[in-house]
């Protein structure tokens, strides 16, 4: 196929021979992405999302709500454009297809449309007014545990991680949290993110995000500090007690361990002793495996069996400070517990990359990633531009333009998204806009003092109150 | 217009209602002139009290004594609604007072809320539940039944933070997530389905941080009130009372000149040695050793200097003769004069700058060649210890100052060192302000101290 015909459009895409229906070099470009936001980019489903119900025709609905939302683009050479913003799905649909960038991103809702943010002086007039609370979880903050890879590499062994990152941070955000509309997303080469879009996680403040993201930390400290974890205390707080016996305990045991072979060598295993405050406890494993032959005599895995042994010696009853108890936690947690990127989730103005973009660098579609059943996702086989693209020719030519998705490996991707997040999330926030109206025209009935509903509580400090004179 | 008074008489059960007032709005009352300066002094001695209490690092229990002794001392009136009435008044003129710059406002709220949070402490449970609801905090007590079955994780997150879970009737309290922060990132509550479990004693903070949040709206919006429109008005009546409070009492406002004393170049030198806290000292020292000193140094030690009557003249030759080794006359006019001129005023937009309270010492960063900031913090053990020694104090007070300095506690630090040079307990008011030790003038040594006020330094 060539460039004229792929840029003519739809009408050129037919292949003649079959020996060139493969002929698709890998990776990403413009023709390709052009081709994506022209067919298979979900823009309706995004626009849905981000008008959270606000796009209907009940009398509440906020008709601004959406033309206040910040888009970013950045383009091909790295040009970037802040501030951008629609006031339909048909601009945005445009907007996307026109300048067709190589990514977007998302930013917060503004108190005003963040094109005319100039117009408006002072400060707090143009501020953000909702967000969905967001985690980003990034492979690369994992590589002083993981030997398989480093930097933007991810395999199937060190993978793992990241799901287990979703497991413990989606069940504390719906257990303890008690958010429902939450989506994980495929960051395309070698993390996940996550969007919280209930309505009271939008309207969070930063201090407030910033208390969520504090409550996931666990991990500090840096290269100077030989344990970055520190669990004090004589129990765990339930939160992180469940996360260790439901998910991380399991994993850790079960899966890293053997497959990073963390205590197989010396120069790994010395990395665990480090983590033993007490160095006569940690010179006696030392010498005990030091010493290979006796190892070797067992069938079982040498990692699981000197795993075993620094269990019984650190949890033994002769150990009696319960530092060196709650060690073996410790450890576990320092290899396996989540480790967010905290300033994204602590500023409402952060923004961050939008779902079903595609990664410049490995071309790999951002997808939604299914918590319930996130053992099965597989980075490796997320689907490409360059696939999707092949796919779309393969079909051939077809009169409806509808849904073109569908006929590829993005159908199913479209289709959790629907299902499981937008529908369920939709149908909240219609709820929501009819119930707040329906309070504020009982209010009104009453002649109450006013109360600010709605979606702009935080754009609008509360000038508390009236302010008296009080000279007397 | 709310009168705060009201929900104390509108019961007719005759249960206990708190006496503690929200500030929330000015009362309609007539104060005579002199009261209201008096009772704004009184309130300040108790306010002052707290913040010397923090400085000192008092533990919860000390401060809780102290707020009751300095209340007692200072705020009683045989009739109980005089009493009332001269804590909210005493309360919204010191707001007038304290209202004008940041450093002020931040002073004042962190007092008041301090004051606050103890006087709280205080109250009987009832009070303190009727408190809440006037705060309109969104709390609901926990039920029995709903008490037992969270039980277990109610326990161990008090025994996370090394606490026992109280008896079988703790009080708790659900409330949303997002209205306690500070406890939800601490850990230090159990939260379930977007509650999160209070204990009582956790309470207070929650409470404590609404006053605070409240205070803080309050006083902008009462400078506000104040610049644009009142202190015009009140040019002739409350105005001058208004600015003698603010002067008379080591408020951190240095804007006024320094009536009390002055020093001259030739006294720097001899007062270095006797005088000067151990982070002058240093920039002193090291101005005289390199003959140069980096920014961030020449900004600390140099407003220090204003700050002990140096004047604008003096300040000028003693830089240029310090650096004169490195820097030519021509090139020291050109390069130095006008950022030493523009501290004292006489430049750009003419603001007389203070000198840097401790806390803004404490929380500087120096970098590579810089050597402002407080030693107590940035200089490493061993340093700090040699300086000490230098200073001649004894090996047992080295390291009394440095247990204060491995519990972060530098301005006791600095204190004690004080107190180990010169060989006499150091009465916190030295620390509160150079010009209150002016006007003693007494004793031998004179020590300028330099803090606004003490106030309790946040962990790093």
Redo the contacts between chains.
Sequence with gaps: MTKEEAENGRDDMVIDGAEQANAIPDGFNANYLRIYYGKLFPHADMFKWMSYGNDGKHPACDKSYFGRREFSFTLENDIYIRFQSFNSVIELENSIKEKCPFKIDIGPVYSVDPAKRHAYAGDNVFTPVEREVVFDIDITDYDDVRYCCTGADVCLECWPLMTIAIKVIDAALR?????NHILWVYSGRRGVHCWVCDG?ARR?TN??R???A??FRVYKGNENSHKKISL??????????RSYTEVLKGFFEAKLLPNQSLLSSEDRYEKILEMIPDASVASELRGRWQDNKRASMSKDDINLVRWDQLKSVLQSGKQKTQGIRRCVEEIVFSFTYPRLDMEVSKHMNHLLKAPFCVHPKTGRVCVPIDPNNCDEFDPTTVPTLSQLVEELNREGLRQDAENEWDRTSLGDSIKFFRTTFLQPLLKSCKEGIESSYNAKLQQSKNTLSWTRQGFFLTAF?????K?????? | MEVVQSHRTSSSNNVTVSTLPLYRSAPPLEVRLEDFELFAMDRLRVLKGISDGLGRGKKPEEMEKLVADLWKANMRHPQANEEANKDIISHFVLRLVYCRTEELRKWFLSMETTLFRYRFRFESSEAQRALMSEFKLPYKAVSNAEFESVKDKLGQVARSMGQTLASADAIFYKVPFEEVPELVAGRRVFICKGHAYVAMNQVVSLVVTQFRSYLSKALILTNRKWTSTVREQEKDRLAPIVEALCTSYLGPDYSQPNEAGEISVKDIDHIAKTSFPLCMRHLFEKVREDHHLKHGGRMQLGLFLKGVGLKLDDALAFWKAEFAPKVSAERFDKEYAYNIRHNYGREGKRTDYTPYSCQKIISSTPGVGDHHGCPYRHFSEENLRAALVRMGVSSRAVEDVMDKVRNRHYQLACTLTFEAVHGSSCDAEWFCGIRRHFQASVGIVKYFALWAVPVPVPAH
């Design positions: 257990d303890d949290f008690g958010f009271k969070l201090e407030q910033a208390a969520i504090d409550y004090p205390g004589p129990v765990l707080h339930p939160f992180l007690a400090s509360p000038l508390a109150g302010h008296h004179a009080w000279l007397i």
